[in-house]
Nanobody, 128 residues
Framework: QVQLVESGGGLVQAGDSLRLSCAASGRTSSTVSMAWFRQAPGVDRVFVAGIRWDGGRTRYADSVKGRFTISRDNAQNTMYLQMNSLKPEDTAVYYC?????????????????????WGQGIRVTVSS
């Protein structure tokens, strides 16, 4: 099992920036990729961004391309999500997730079912 702990959320105004962190512990050697998902009230949890632990390939949802940047620090077993130009529609609980599914070489998973470890979530609120 991999334990994931998110930090860095909060309340900001539209146009501001935030950086989320996800610290991984436990059986981190089994991690192939990690990702951020988010869930707004009344809607399903959706993919935001993902990154391969081997090689660092990334993938983004269209709604955040050009504004969010995902990165990782392998030595610290930590993943980050830099969120710039935040919009009220970015308001959600953000979840960190880890996958042990190798998949195709370089492939970055974006389906919930591909991730077997989840953090508890952290709230991001963007006011207009």
């Amino acid at each position: 099992q991999v334990q994931l702990v998110e930090s860095g959320g909060g309340l900001v105004q539209a146009g501001d920036s935030l950086r989320l962190s996800c610290a991984a512990s436990g059986r981190t050697s089994s991690t192939v990729s990690m990702a951020w998902f988010r869930q707004a009230p009344g809607v399903d949890r959706v993919f935001v961004a993902g990154i391969r632990w081997d090689g660092g390939r990334t993938r983004y949802a269209d709604s955040v391309k050009g504004r969010f940047t995902i990165s990782r620090d392998n030595a610290q077993n930590t993943m980050y999500l830099q969120m710039n130009s935040l919009k009220p529609e970015d308001t959600a609980v953000y979840y960190c997730a880890a996958s042990s599914d190798y998949g195709s070489p370089g492939y970055v998973h974006n389906a919930l079912s591909s991730f077997d470890n989840w953090g508890q979530g952290i709230r991001v609120t963007v006011s207009s």
